[in-house]
């Protein structure tokens, strides 16, 4: 059974730091992209920043660009989401999220962290 489990949320103040983690268990993990989604209430669930499980390559949604990092452990099977100069507009439940090579489709998830940032 696959299992994406996030954590390392919580309730920060504006420009504060936080890194979520997601540790997984049941796939193959060096054969999947990762991925970070974030959904804040009455929106829909958009996308934060993805790497790739080839080269490392990293992909990021603009409001992530210069303040977020992803990066894996393909040692421990963690996927990370380093988060900087936090936002009030960044508050979200966050999802971690598998795709395995070749696929389209993010084919599993987590249950999600909350991230609440404070102005």
């Known amino acids: 059974q696959v299992r994406l489990t996030e954590s390392g949320g919580g309730l920060v103040q504006a420009g504060d730091s936080l890194r979520l983690s997601c540790t997984t268990s049941?796939?193959?993990?060096?054969?999947?992209?990762m991925g970070w989604f974030r959904q804040a209430p009455g929106n829909e669930r958009e996308f934060v920043a993805q790497i790739s499980s080839t080269d490392g390559t990293q992909y990021y949604a603009d409001s992530a660009k210069g303040r977020f990092t992803i990066s894996r452990d393909d040692t421990k099977w963690v996927v990370y989401l380093q988060m900087n100069s936090l936002k009030p507009d960044d508050t979200a439940v966050y999802y971690c999220?598998?795709?395995?090579?070749?696929?389209?489709?993010?084919?599993?998830w987590g249950q999600g962290t909350q991230v609440t940032v404070s102005s």
């Open positions: 049941g796939l193959v993990f060096p054969f999947y992209h």
């Open positions: 999220t598998a795709q395995v090579r070749g696929s389209s489709n993010y084919t599993h």
